[in-house]
C-alpha cells in the first residue's frame, strides 16, 4: 500500500532515469561487434564478449531481485546500475585493448541487472489490475531509449570514430545518475514482512512465471544473435558503411518499439496470448533465417523491419506474465528469477552462434537462432493446448 501518492513528475523522474538507463547501455551496441572485428577479435572472441554481458546477469539478478525484496528498497539498485552503466561506458571509451572490452561488457552486465529494481518500482506506482499497462509503457519507454541510442551510433562513429558512441553513453549515464537520485520510492505497508527464505521455492515454481522464463530465454538469445549481435557484422559483409548501420537500426528498431505497444493493448487482449506469441516466434524464425540470403541493404532492412516487428510481440507479455499472480511483496524476487533466468539466453545465444560461426560462417548462428524461433512457437501451442479452457486468454493481474 502507497502512503503517499505518486504525482506526475515522479513518474516523469523515472521515465527519464529509464531512457537515460538504457540509451547509455545501447548508444554503442550496433557498432560494438564490427568495431571489435575492426580491432581484430575472431566470432569466437566477440561471441565470448557478448555473452559476457549475460553471463553476469545470469549470476547476480536472481540476488538482487531477492536482496531488494528483503529490504522492501528499489531506488538504491537503481542509483547502483546507473553508475555501473557510467564505469562500462568509460571502460569501453578509455581503452580500446579487447580485454577491457570484455571486462567493460560483463560490467554493463551488473548494470542491466538492476533492471528488476526498475520494473518492480515502477510497477508499484499503478494498481495491481493495471500491471500490464505499466509494464507495456516502461517496455515502450525502454525500446524508445534503444531506438534511439542505437539509431544514432552508426552516425556518431562516421563522425567522431569508434569511440564516440562510448564517451556519448558515458555522459548520458552521468545525467541518469544524477536523475536517478531525485526518483521517489512508495513506502510499503508496515505489515508486510520481507520475504523469507521459505517462500522463495514457492515463487519460483508459478507455472506462468516457469512458462514465461523459458520462452524469454529463447526470445533475448534470437535478439542477441541477430540486431544485438550478429546482424550488423551480416551488413559490414555486404559492405555496408557506418552510417548504413544507423539505417539498419532503424529498421528493426521502429517496428520493435510499435509491436511492444500493441502487444498488450490489442493482440493479446483480441487474439489471446498464446496465439500471440506462435505468431511471434513464427515470424521471427523466418525472418531470422533469411537474414544471410540478404545480399544488399535493402533486403536487409527488410528482414529486420519484419524481425524487429515479430520480436517485439512476446517482450512486454513475458513481463507480464513473470508478476501476473505473485505477491506484491513477492514480486522483485519474481522478476530477478525471471530476469536472471532470460539472461541464459543473453549469455548463451551470442555464444553458440560465435561458435557455430567461426566453424562455417554468419549463417550458422542465423539458422540455429531460426530453429530457436521454431521451438518457441511449438511449445506456444503446446501450452496453448493444454491450457484451453483456463481463464487466462491474456495477461492481467487483478490479485492486490
Given at each position: 500500500?502507497q ?9 516523469l523522474i523515472?521515465?527519464l ?13 550496433p557498432i560494438?561487434?564490427p568495431?571489435l ?10 561471441g565470448?564478449?557478448l555473452?559476457s ?7 547476480i539478478r ?6 531488494s525484496?528483503?529490504m ?14 557510467l564505469?562500462?561506458?568509460l ?7 579487447v ?8 560490467v ?7 533492471w528488476?529494481?526498475?520494473?518492480v518500482?515502477y510497477s ?5 489490475s493495471?500491471v500490464?499497462?505499466a509494464?507495456?509503457?516502461i ?9 534511439i541510442g ?11 570514430g ?8 558515458a ?18 505497508s508496515?505489515?508486510r514482512?520481507p520475504?523469507?527464505p521459505?517462500d522463495?521455492?514457492?515463487v ?11 520462452l524469454s530465454?529463447i ?14 557484422l551480416q551488413?559490414v559483409?555486404?559492405?555496408a558503411?557506418?552510417?548504413d ?5 532503424l529498421?528493426?528498431?521502429?517496428p520493435?518499439?510499435?509491436?511492444t505497444i ?6 493479446a ?14 515470424g ?7 537474414i544471410?540470403f540478404?545480399?544488399?541493404m535493402f533486403?536487409l532492412c527488410?528482414?529486420q523491419?519484419g524481425?524487429g516487428f ?11 506474465m513473470?508478476i501476473?499472480s505473485?505477491d ?5 524476487t519474481?522478476?530477478g528469477?525471471?530476469q ?10 551470442p555464444?553458440?552462434a560465435?561458435?557455430?560461426?567461426s ?8 539458422f540455429?537462432?531460426?530453429l ?14 493444454t ?10 493481474v487483478?490479485r492486490?
Amino acid at each position: 500500500m502507497q502512503t503517499h501518492k505518486i504525482e506526475r513528475k515522479d513518474h516523469l523522474i523515472f521515465v527519464l532515469v529509464t531512457f537515460m538507463y538504457w540509451s547509455s547501455q545501447y548508444v554503442y551496441t550496433p557498432i560494438l561487434s564490427p568495431y571489435l572485428e575492426y580491432k581484430g577479435a575472431s566470432y569466437m572472441l566477440i561471441g565470448v564478449i557478448l555473452s559476457s554481458y549475460g553471463v553476469t546477469q545470469l549470476l547476480i539478478r536472481l540476488p538482487l531481485g531477492i536482496l531488494s525484496d528483503y529490504m522492501k528498497a528499489r531506488k538504491p539498485f537503481i542509483v547502483v546500475g546507473m553508475a555501473t552503466s557510467l564505469l562500462s561506458c568509460l571502460g569501453l571509451a578509455a581503452t580500446d585493448h579487447v580485454g577491457w572490452a570484455l571486462f567493460s561488457r560483463a560490467v554493463a552486465g551488473i548494470s542491466a541487472s538492476t533492471w528488476v529494481a526498475f520494473t518492480v518500482l515502477y510497477s508499484s506506482y499503478f494498481i495491481s489490475s493495471n500491471v500490464t499497462k505499466a509494464m507495456s509503457t516502461i517496455h515502450f519507454i525502454t525500446v524508445t531509449a534503444q531506438l534511439i541510442g542505437m539509431g544514432v551510433s552508426g552516425y556518431l562513429v562516421s563522425k567522431w570514430g569508434w569511440l564516440a558512441p562510448f564517451w556519448i553513453g558515458a555522459a548520458v549515464a552521468i545525467i541518469g545518475f544524477i536523475l536517478s537520485l531525485l526518483i521517489r520510492e512508495p513506502h510499503q505497508s508496515p505489515s508486510r514482512k520481507p520475504i523469507q527464505p521459505k517462500d522463495l521455492t514457492g515463487v519460483m515454481k508459478e507455472p506462468i512465471l516457469l512458462k514465461a522464463s523459458f520462452l524469454s530465454i529463447i526470445a533475448h538469445s534470437i535478439l542477441f544473435i541477430t540486431m544485438y549481435g550478429f546482424t550488423p557484422l551480416q551488413a559490414v559483409k555486404i559492405g555496408a558503411g557506418k552510417e548504413d548501420i544507423s539505417l539498419l537500426v532503424l529498421s528493426f528498431m521502429l517496428p520493435h518499439a510499435i509491436a511492444t505497444i500493441m502487444a498488450g493493448r490489442y493482440f493479446a487482449a483480441k487474439f489471446g496470448l498464446w496465439p500471440t506469441l506462435t505468431v511471434g516466434f513464427l515470424g521471427s524464425a523466418i525472418f531470422t533465417v533469411v537474414i544471410p540470403f540478404a545480399d544488399t541493404m535493402f533486403a536487409l532492412c527488410l528482414t529486420q523491419v519484419g524481425n524487429g516487428f515479430a520480436q517485439g510481440v512476446g517482450f512486454p507479455l513475458f513481463l507480464g506474465m513473470a508478476i501476473q499472480s505473485i505477491d506484491r511483496e513477492k514480486r522483485a524476487t519474481a522478476m530477478g528469477f525471471y530476469q536472471a533466468i532470460y539472461s541464459l539466453g543473453i549469455f548463451s545465444g551470442p555464444f553458440v552462434a560465435g561458435w557455430l560461426n567461426s566453424g562455417g560462417g554468419l549463417e550458422h548462428g542465423f539458422f540455429f537462432a531460426g530453429l530457436s524461433g521454431l521451438l518457441a512457437a511449438g511449445l506456444s501451442i503446446y501450452w496453448s493446448r493444454t491450457e484451453k479452457g483456463a481463464p487466462m486468454t491474456s495477461v492481467s493481474v487483478n490479485r492486490k
